[in-house]
């Protein structure tokens, strides 16, 4: 039987002892809440508040916040396990798991020759950049403008979007933030990829090169890897829809991208943390978008476990297999593949499966797209939304006919000075007064991303209050 907490004491013991990833000390008790509890679409905080959560944890609980399957689980394995090293042992979930995701899931594409698990999204970016440079023997890596890829050295110098990357702010003083990835050498910048709004000043589809169609971002990204020396190139990171950016790629962004960088030998590191495991409305992002082209890396997690507990992990093409399989490959994670969490993964696999949850996915992505519609017909304040599946940006225009944005700064913005006053943030606490949660990483783009599993009746209920929060921003439109 659970001890009763008192709610007061831990927030205050928390203010006091705990060093929060996002917030001041002074701002916790306002902007922090306690959960007592969840299930799988709804929060339940201290104070007796139920909300109906549409940013799935980090846009991570693709079978909900938490599925009693996994639960049953992690409780079974607990029955035989805490822990064991995975060296010199192996543990009986491992091999289930890699069978499911290398053969029943990715199988069909037939490129996958291998997975190795670790413990976060960040820690498989780290590691799929190691392995990028062994198999190649080049030391440099290319990431986009705009890109988030984790918080640890290496992911975190592939990381280019101000508000997430490492940097310290208040909410009285300018930020502190060293330009992301200056600590780390051998990390380049090419331009993203916003058809809404093209760092390049171009508009789609009419910036497509008149003789082969190539897109400007995509020729300028292989002038600049020419420059840096295409030769010592290792990868390409990216994300196939950005997450915390919240931007869709064009059709013909990867299949011309993905060419071009097989021509010089350079591998595509596909970062699926976000996309995978049904979010866009396909078991992976790049069954959705890529057009074809396969990755020769992919990282996976959030989706991979629905973030019932740490997992990530990291795929590999079977050439780069057939490398690491004859040679010593020296990287021992302590919690890699920890028995606990491996069953949880294969607990996740099969509710993915069994109750069909990319197809649910993909046939409610339609559903809150025509709801978005029908916003976007009655709001002055939406300009934009895309997306697939459980994946959607909405973009806050000040002014629709000019795309002006509310911040000037947008994707370049940090979490500065009052970030309250964010359109995001104006929208997403009206729509809390209506028990929805809905969050957004950039000042004028609105995050929507609802567990996998969610019902059109529930998305009716948000997308109401969305409309309330949508109509308080109009107010501020021109």
């Known amino acids: 039987m659970k001890k009763p907490f008192n709610w007061e004491q831990l927030m205050e013991w928390e203010k006091k002892y705990f060093l929060n990833p996002l917030l001041t000390a002074e701002e916790v008790p306002i902007a922090r809440k306690i959960a007592e509890k969840v299930d799988q679409h709804f929060i339940y905080l201290s104070d007796g508040t139920k909300l109906l959560d549409m940013v799935s944890g980090y846009y991570s609980c693709n079978v909900g916040l938490k599925h009693p399957k996994i639960s049953q689980a992690i409780r079974e394995a607990t029955e035989d396990f805490g822990f064991v090293g995975e060296v010199c042992f192996a543990n009986p979930y491992t091999p289930i798991a890699a069978k499911i995701l290398v053969e029943d899931i990715l199988g069909p594409d037939k490129w996958c020759g291998g997975v190795r698990f670790v413990s976060t999204g960040s820690e498989a970016v780290e590691m799929a950049l190691q392995v990028a440079k062994l198999y190649t023997n080049r030391p440099n890596i290319i990431t986009r403008q705009w890109a988030y890829h984790g918080w640890t050295l290496g992911s975190g110098a592939c990381s280019r979007l101000r508000s997430v990357a490492r940097y310290l702010s208040s909410a009285t003083e300018p930020g502190y933030q060293p330009l992301p990835g200056a600590d780390v050498p051998g990390v380049f910048v090419v331009p993203g990829h916003n058809c809404y709004r093209c760092s390049l000043g171009h508009k789609y589809p009419d910036c497509k090169n008149k003789g082969d169609g190539t897109l400007p971002c995509v020729s300028l990204t292989e002038s600049m890897i020419l420059s840096i020396g295409a030769e010592t190139v290792a990868a390409m990171i990216t994300e196939i829809a950005y997450g915390a950016s919240n931007i869709a790629p064009a059709p ?8 071009m960088l097989k021509k010089y030998g350079i ?53 780069i297999a057939q490398l690491l399989n004859t040679h ?69 225009v000040k002014n629709k006919a000019k795309q002006e944005p509310f911040v000037a700064e947008d994707r370049g913005a940090i979490l500065g000075h009052n970030i309250a006053n964010w359109p995001v943030n104006i929208v997403g606490a009206k729509a809390l007064e209506k028990g929805v949660l809905f969050e957004g990483f950039q000042p004028n783009c609105m995050n929507i991303s609802p567990n996998c599993t969610i019902t059109p009746e529930l998305v009716d209920i948000a997308m109401d209050a969305l409309d309330y929060g949508l109509t308080e921003l109009d107010k501020m439109c021109d």
């Open 328 to 396: 010593r490959w020296t990287s021992v994670p302590t919690f890699s593949e920890h028995p606990v969490v491996m069953a949880a993964v294969i607990a996740n696999l099969e509710v993915l499966i069994e109750e069909k949850v990319i197809e649910n996915s993909a046939k409610i992505g339609e559903y809150i797209g025509k709801k978005l519609a029908e916003l976007q017909e009655k709001h002055k304040c939406i300009g934009y939304f895309s997306g697939s599946g459980c994946l959607w940006n909405v973009e806050l």
């Open 267 to 319: 591998l595509w590191i596909d970062d699926e943390v976000i996309c995978g495991f049904g979010r866009l409305g396909a078991w992976f992002g790049y069954q959705k978008y890529g057009g074809g082209a396969k990755p020769d890396i992919m990282t996976m997690a959030k989706g991979l476990i629905s973030s019932q507990l740490p997992a990530g992990g990291v795929a590999v093409s079977k050439e």
């Open 252 to 259: 013909e962004y990867y299949p011309q991208l993905v060419k």
